[in-house]
Nanobody, 123 residues
Framework: VQLQASGGGLVQAGGSLRLSCTTSRRTASNNAVGWFRQAPGKEREFVAT????????IYGDTVKGRFTISREYAQSTVYLQMDNLKPEDTGVYYCAVSRGSYGSSSSASYQYWGQGTLVTVSS
């Protein structure tokens, strides 16, 4: 199973970034793909997840109304559109796959993880 996360970078507070998580259609089908993040010295935090079949979504409380998760079938890619970014959104963002799931906010529910992409939001 391969997950390729990309799109991180440096942005000013109030700006936007779009992260991408590319996998195979076989990996995505019947599963959920989620995003987590980890700031230096902090625990990994749930950001958002989407069920590949049906597209139901769950968001973490700290990103509701600012981030949007979506999927594109043709590219087997999940996107995380991040708007109105804040310095506290800084961290390494990981995408992960939860098998046979409609999505979960628990990292323990995810079996496969990508390598992470760094997002830095300056004040």
């Amino acid at each position: 199973v391969q997950l390729q996360a990309s799109g991180g970078g440096l942005v000013q507070a109030g700006g936007s970034l779009r992260l991408s998580c590319t996998t195979s259609r076989r990996t995505a089908s019947n599963n959920a793909v989620g995003w987590f993040r980890q700031a230096p010295g902090k625990e990994r935090e749930f950001v958002a997840t989407i069920a590949w079949n049906g597209g139901s979504t769950i968001y973490g409380d700290t990103v509701k109304g600012r981030f949007t998760i979506s999927r594109e079938y043709a590219q087997s890619t999940v996107y995380l559109q991040m708007d109105n970014l804040k310095p506290e959104d800084t961290g390494v963002y990981y995408c992960a796959v939860s098998r046979g799931s409609y999505g979960s906010s628990s990292s323990a529910s995810y079996q496969y993880w990508g390598q992470g992409t760094l997002v830095t939001v300056s004040s």
